[in-house]
């Protein structure tokens, strides 16, 4: 085709034509620049269309992975509202002056207390996501900036839990390995199957008993009554911020897994 061109301007030039030369030499070029412009959008319709099919597979991993995630921390919400509620139960028996009336209660609402159960999501593809810079693939601008902000989200999550996870170690255990049976009280733990292993296989939980101790528990002393009190009450606070910081995220979940589900639909 451009041999056959060359050789009509050559014959205008020959002909002493350069007027028509002219004419010919433009239309040649605008012909070229159509050419280009068509294999241009045809590569970017082509573009668009691999992007598109990458999104939406993504799209659909991203969906997966978030509903895994919502049914882990649904379930971590419950646990720790368990938790509260024994919390509430311990501190009915101080008010009611009642602490070691029934030593195997206390144990076991003592055991149901110190849980501290964690979030731990799944962050495979969001981490691709992130990591290699796919997420401007997704053209939803709402959705786009909920997923940017995901990762924010939960390492402001993990200082909350963290927070609980040192009082619970460092403050609440100790406290309670000096001054009450805490054999009887993991025990009791062991046998309502309440001691989490966050991803780990359900077949291997330890579920052999230790026993409870034969030593009888005597009235702690005021003192002892009054930081039990303390510790009880400063369970409540981090526990009842934590859950509504879960409720939060659960809500954020679901208004990704929305979005998603309109992309996709």
Known sequence: MIKIFGNTRRRYLVDNKFVKYLKYAIGEIILVVIGILIALQVNNWNTDRIERNEERKLLEQVNNEFQLNDKQLLEKITRRNNELISILNIIQLIDAKQLTQNETKLDSLLGTAISVFTFDPVNGIMSQLIQAGKLSLIQNDSLNNMLSNWEGIITDYKETENNYRDFNYNELRPFLYEHFNYRN?????????????????????????????????????????????????????????????????????????????????
């Open 185 to 265: 009280i993991i025990n009791n733990r062991i046998l309502l199957s309440d001691i989490s292993y966050p991803l780990i296989d359900e077949k291997y939980r330890y579920n052999n008993e230790i026993g409870n101790s034969s030593i009888n528990m005597q009235q702690p002393d005021v003192q002892v009554i009054k930081k039990l009190e303390n510790h009880m009450a400063a369970a409540i606070s981090h526990l009842a911020y934590l859950n509504a910081q879960s409720n939060g995220i659960h809500d954020i979940m679901n208004n990704i897994m929305e979005l998603i589900n309109l992309e996709l639909n």
